[in-house]
């Protein structure tokens, strides 16, 4: 899957692929922790013959949840070949806050989720950028006053969650309400407004 997924990322110029790192299947933490370091190191050299960086989102898996966790896996791999994938919004769904996460792993931040949201009756509901908990200024604030400089990219859940099995009414009318907002994410990102045009 790695090395055909990486092919396809080629054919676009892509040279970084997201992972998880794993459920833990029953397995207790030690175990659990063995089994994603084995797994990540051997795919992470392949990624590395095929000239490709894998991404560890701070989502679902061992490693997701918990800073230290992420640095522990990065250490533990030792590979350049293998870097972090930072969503702003995955703490309000995975139940830790953002920025102390960002703050612990942000030499190793490679690529950014840009997703907000709220907790509403213990689970996340996803909105505009901005208009939600996930004090998404202050995180891209402190990404870029550190000189990150990759990529954001929009992770809207607004309209469509194909892997929950859920679809918004409405869908056009959300869809260009969180258009609506790219421009303003563009001026937080950059420092400067720019007229709509």
Known sequence: MLRASARAAGEVGCSRLRV?????DGRPEPAWRAAVVERMTALTAVAEQLGMTLLVENCAGWAGADPQRA??????V???ALRLLFDTGNGLEHGYAALPFLEAVLPHVDHVHVKDGHRV???AVFGLPGAGQARLAECVG???GAGYTGWFSLEPHVA?????GLAE?????????????VQAFRDL?????????
């Open 20 to 24: 998880m790192s794993y459920p833990s």
């Open 71 to 76: 640095l522990d896996l990065l250490a533990d």
């Open 78 to 80: 030792g590979n350049p």
């Open 121 to 123: 009756r213990g689970r």
């Open 142 to 144: 402190l990404l870029v």
């Open 160 to 164: 469509l969650f194909p892997h929950l």
């Open 169 to 181: 009414a409405d869908p056009a009318r959300r869809v260009q309400a969180y258009a609506d907002c």
């Open 189 to 197: 990102v950059t420092g400067v407004p720019v007229a709509a045009g």
